[in-house]
């Protein structure tokens, strides 16, 4: 079925493809959509408990009020990280003060007494990294420091790869899995390995990446959710779902991940190898997408057009892809890709996926968790963090 829907698919979207990158700009109107984000976001703070740490980070479909998650939850650097790209396409002081204070509510995750976390990387990078990159505050690059030490300690070198879920071990007897989401959580070694962590943080990190591309994808390019691997020497057992619909099928945002994860191991890298994995996980995920480029949450789900969209994957996408189409060093690829998260950023930027008057959010019709049952056709935080970063990114790229 993924296979006769993307040849429909791709012969109606050959006429965008076409069109240079500048005009389809556009009809994105960068500013007016960075002004909607900022309004958004002083919705969310008109709205919050300023003596909290608590972080938005969903809305439910039938909800217009945050739901909000402990600094402990995967997803706690996106708010402070949302916060921190306003300020900078803003300049209020304002936004710049709860920056700083919702980003400075997690430093408990540095301390010994949390223990190591997996999705360091999304928590600490995504708000501590832009917070020293945006004000170079010594003490927060001590902490970024500090956030790659704890997520090194879950590498194992008999795999090849860091831990994930240490929990799984004994509730699905998997002795050592990894998701593709940690391949976002490399960025926070590799630039600690450049600002004084050292070398082993890069040799952690591109190891990962190898294993991973080893073991965690099939010949076409899709990859499992979760791939298990044996401790005692470290050989690969299988590749499982946990939120895509089945073992073997294409999770949209899990091909999200691995399109960033693997453009940025290139940037990173600079090694050949990295880029050439980057086309072919991107081009599987582009040649199945739909007419509007916002995929389904699976693209090998059954009754695809009633299933529900996942903008969080397109915002993902549409931020890797501005990045990749300036590493590229094939041409027509490097306007393809820009091509393409123009699309994306467009209909994301459309009253199709905008909240707008109808809850505090930047955008609809995300997935978490559909097996899970939770999250479906959502506002989450990290697809509205994706999406400003894109927006941020596609503003620089234009020149603008």
């Not at 990446?209 to 990859?223: C, I, L, P, V, W």
């Not at 996942?310 to 990749?324: G, H, K, N, V």
């Not at 490097?334 to 393409?340: E, H, K, M, T, V």
Request: proline share 4%; with cysteine.
């Amino acid at each position: 079925m993924r296979k006769q829907l993307s040849l429909l698919l791709v012969s109606i979207s050959l006429g965008w493809v076409g069109c240079a990158p500048d005009k389809q700009a556009d009809t994105i109107h960068l500013d007016r959509q960075l002004e909607y984000c900022d309004a958004q976001i002083r919705r969310t703070l008109s709205e919050a408990d300023q003596d909290s740490c608590l972080m938005p980070r969903s809305m439910e479909a039938n909800q217009t009020n945050w739901n909000m998650s402990n600094i402990y939850d995967w997803t706690s650097g996106f708010w402070p990280g949302i916060l921190w790209y306003d300020y900078e396409a803003t300049g209020d002081e304002e936004i710049k003060a709860q920056a700083i204070r919702y980003t400075e509510c997690l430093l408990p995750l540095v301390t010994p007494a949390h223990g190591a976390d997996h999705d360091i990387g999304f928590q600490i990078f995504c708000s501590f990294g832009n917070a020293y990159r945006i004000t170079g505050n010594e003490e927060y690059k001590t902490v970024i420091l500090k956030g790659a030490q704890k997520l090194a300690k879950l590498y194992n070198p008999k795999v090849g790869t860091i831990l994930s879920w240490p929990g799984m071990v004994k509730r699905m007897g998997w002795p050592h899995n990894t998701i593709m989401d940690n391949m976002m959580n490399l960025e926070i070694l590799f630039w600690a390995a450049r600002n004084g962590g050292g070398q082993e943080l890069y040799d952690i990190a591109v190891k990962h990446a190898q294993t991973t591309m080893k073991y965690s994808f099939r010949e076409d390019g899709g990859n499992y959710h979760v791939a298990v691997y044996d401790t005692i020497d470290g050989h690969f057992i299988k590749g499982v779902t946990n939120q895509g619909y089945g073992d073997s099928s294409l999770w949209a945002r899990g091909q999200a991940w691995a399109i960033y994860g693997y453009m940025m191991v290139y940037r990173e890298t600079q090694d050949k190898t990295f880029l050439r994995f980057a086309e072919k996980v991107t081009e599987l995920y582009l040649e199945n997408l739909p007419e509007d480029y916002i995929p389904y949450w699976d693209f090998d789900a059954p009754d695809m057009i009633k299933q529900p969209k996942d903008a969080s994957a397109a915002a993902i996408t549409a931020s890797a892809l501005i990045e990749l189409s300036e590493l590229e060093d094939t041409p027509s690829l490097a306007s393809r890709y820009l091509n393409a998260a123009t699309r994306m950023l467009g209909e994301l930027s459309s009253e199709r996926y905008q909240c707008r008057d109808i809850k505090p959010a930047f955008l609809m019709h995300s997935t978490g968790n559909q097996p899970g049952g939770y999250e479906i056709d959502a506002s989450i935080n990290y697809a509205d963090y994706y999406y400003l970063q894109a927006l941020l990114k596609y503003k620089k790229a234009m020149g603008l």
